[in-house]
């Protein structure tokens, strides 16, 4: 598959990105958003609405990033635009108590029952990172376990690569992370419990936590096997480790609840970022009110934030978090329905071609791999062919469909995508393939 020359006119994304490279690191202000492993220019977008975005040439896609994942109930919903200009006019912030604080707080409790305190910050990478803060100063313990190919934003526990060796130290994922950071952030496969069990041996009583996202979508989609997530509960119930769900991604998207009611495992402690903002910058982190009564001003592990909580935000989360509330009963089956007639097509479409491919999915989250692997860890998924992957992402966007600018990231859809999206996505990817064969 090669990456066909673009027919379309981005002179307008060309001319801004090349602006934009003169102030701005990359052009961009997250790496993600940079076309670097697809190829070519990143579509600079004017404005979006339902399941539609329009770049800055006037294109129109059908989106299938949705800002990486917030836009559950589409771009522009009424509902946030209203609660968001209502705000602003009362101003946009305080740096004080407000009682919109209280009602998202008690709305993310009753979703998400496991979390009985809930504390909000301004990103998914501040939610992760004081959540581990926290399970280290409940615990008096240093060291962390995290999953190859699991990303927990940008913080330097985080930012960590597996040793050469299973059992050798980790080493830092990137400049500027220190060694002494690296040597207490310990990594397993994902979906290996057994590897999990020997690291818990290695460091019996020196373990603070294990965070994952129970079901990866930053290596692509890749859901838990029956049993892992259970059995990372009994290790950490064995060993008195806090087990963090990372449902930055998979909070609210694949259940009311997130990926703990889907499988019925209960986390101490939950992050939580994306959706609960409506595309404002919102995360947060909750639990077990005994762990979260250790976080300032109450106790002693201190994290704090000038703007976290903002009523501006707030207000656009509790207009998407009350939706959820409200329609819970019914939106999961219909993201479940568009899901599985997507993936139905897809697996036809391809079918035909006689490619090589698997596809994963959870809900409302789904990634095609171009492997006749089944992908299950980060390994399996690095076995797909990502050339192909880049040739495809510009063959769709020529079609109109706007799918994740790079292999391992997980597409997203919400409840504006309908029939007549899904009719011309799958209409879209026959031509696409057609074009790259
Ligand atoms: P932010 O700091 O970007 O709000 O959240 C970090 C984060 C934490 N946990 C999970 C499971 C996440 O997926 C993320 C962020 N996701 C990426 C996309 N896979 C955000 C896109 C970007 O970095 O621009």
């Not at 800002?67 to 740096?95: I, R």
């Amino acid at each position: 598959m090669e990456v066909a020359p673009s027919s379309l006119d981005l002179r307008r994304s060309h001319h801004l990105y090349g602006h934009a490279q003169r102030s701005i690191p990359g052009g961009v202000n997250s790496p993600a958003r940079a076309f670097d492993s697809v190829g070519g220019t990143p579509l600079f977008i004017e404005e979006a609405e339902g399941a539609y975005l329009t770049d800055a040439d006037g294109h129109e896609y059908v989106d299938y990033v949705g800002s990486w994942g917030p836009m559950l109930f589409g771009h522009a919903h009424p509902d946030v635009v209203e609660a968001v200009q209502e705000q602003a006019e009362a101003s946009t912030s305080f740096g004080a108590p407000t009682e919109i604080e209280i009602e998202v707080a008690d709305l993310v409790c009753d979703l998400v029952p496991s979390v009985e305190k809930v504390r909000m910050v301004n990103s998914g990478t501040e939610a992760t990172m004081s959540a581990a803060r926290l399970a280290r100063g409940y615990t008096g313990r240093d060291k962390i376990i995290k999953f190859e190919g699991n990303y927990h934003g940008h913080g330097d526990f985080f930012l960590i690569a597996a040793g050469s060796g299973p059992m050798t130290l980790s080493k830092p994922d990137s400049p500027g992370v220190t060694e002494g950071n690296a040597k207490d952030t310990l990594l397993a496969p994902f979906n290996d419990l057994t590897h999990v069990e020997r690291l818990v041996e290695a460091h019996a009583g020196d373990i603070a936590c294990m965070i994952l996202e129970p079901i990866a979508g930053n290596m692509g989609c890749i859901p838990p096997e029956p049993g892992f997530l259970e059995g990372l509960r009994e290790i950490c119930d064995d060993n008195d480790i806090v087990l963090i769900f990372d449902e930055v991604m998979t909070g609210f998207r694949v259940a009311p609840g997130g990926a703990q009611e889907r499988y019925g495992v209960t986390p101490d402690l939950t992050c939580l970022g994306k959706i609960i903002g409506g595309g404002l910058p919102v995360g947060a982190y909750g639990g077990k009110q005994e762990i979260m009564d250790h976080i300032a001003p109450d106790g002693p592990v201190y994290q704090a934030g000038t703007l976290s909580g903002n009523p501006l935000a707030m207000r656009a989360g509790h207009a998407v978090l009350s939706k959820i509330a409200a329609e819970k009963d019914t939106i999961y089956d219909e993201l479940e329905a568009f899901g599985r007639a997507f993936e139905e097509g897809i697996h036809r479409n391809l079918d035909a071609l006689g490619l090589d491919y698997t596809t994963n999915r959870v809900g409302a989250m789904a990634s095609l791999f171009f492997t006749d692997e089944t992908v299950v860890d980060q390994e399996t998924a690095k076995t797909t062919d990502t050339d192909a992957y880049a040739a495809y992402f510009h063959a769709m966007l020529e079609e109109g469909i706007y799918l994740p600018p790079s292999q391992f990231e997980a597409i997203f859809f919400g409840t504006e995508h309908g029939n007549e999206e899904l009719e011309a996505t799958l209409k879209a990817q026959r031509a696409a393939l057609e074009r790259i064969q």
